[in-house]
């Protein structure tokens, strides 16, 4: 059984911060669940760009309003409530509109191994 709380994780090297987001990493590869979830938040007025090669990722808007525009497809409102997911190699941006940061709640299958690396080789153990 694992029990961790937010507050815990954000005071730890769980807690990665960038210049346009951060998250907070509950779960990663280590934790042996197939999956890594994560707390991340979108600043503000900012735009991210983002593209895992082989993962997928299902996240889920908590706070705060914006958009996803998939690369060489449509661009998608965001907003509390919203779900997306993405499947392997879905290059997007995404953006967090005025107002508010978006909080997200989001899932990684092969999980993230640590603070920004990947398990871009690995397999999908909740879907094989």
Known sequence: MIVRTLEECKNSERRVVAETWESVRMLLKDDKMGFSFHITTIYKGTE??????????????MSGTGEIEVIGDKTYPIEP?????????????LRAFDGEDMVMACVFNPPITGNETHDENGVYPLID
Do not use: A, P, Q, R
């Open 81 to 93: 409530g919203t779900l997306y997911i993405l499947d392997k190699h879905d290059e997007h941006f």
């Open 48 to 61: 991210t760009h983002i593209h895992y090669k082989n993962h997928l990722e299902s996240v889920y808007c």
